[in-house]
């Protein structure tokens, strides 16, 4: 079982950067893939991006391709992802998560999730 703490989130201005941190308990970090979601109010929990315990290659949703980077650090149990070029419409709650798969992308469940961290981009 693995526990997420996220922390970074806040208020910035459009074009903007901000630095998601997730931190987790436990000593088998990294046997987990981890991943960052959001959900905007009125809307469904969307993949943003992934981070594979095998290899650490990631993966990103088309919307925040160039834009965001997702690392981790294994020594430190954390996982981290980097915003920049924030737009309006990336204002959401973002969630940490993992699963204990190789597989990075969404089409297997990610089964573990920390209690999220407001992001605001204001135009």
């Known amino acids: 079982q693995v526990q997420l703490v996220e922390s970074g989130g806040g208020l910035v201005q459009a074009g903007g950067s901000l630095k998601l941190s997730c931190a987790a308990s436990g000593r088998t970090f990294s046997t987990y893939t981890m991943g960052w979601f959001r959900q905007a109010p009125g809307k469904e929990r969307e993949f943003v991006a992934g981070?594979?315990?095998?290899?650490?290659?990631?993966y990103y949703a088309d919307s925040v391709k160039g834009r965001f980077t997702i690392s981790r650090d294994n020594a430190k149990n954390l996982v981290y992802l980097q915003m920049n070029s924030l737009k309006p419409e990336d204002t959401a709650v973002y969630y940490c998560?993992?699963?204990?798969?190789?597989?990075?992308?969404?089409?297997?469940?990610?089964?573990?999730w920390g209690q999220g961290t407001q992001v605001t981009v204001s135009s």
């Open positions: 981070i594979s315990r095998r290899d650490g290659s990631t």
């Open positions: 998560a993992a699963k204990y798969s190789d597989v990075v992308d969404p089409t297997t469940k990610y089964n573990h």
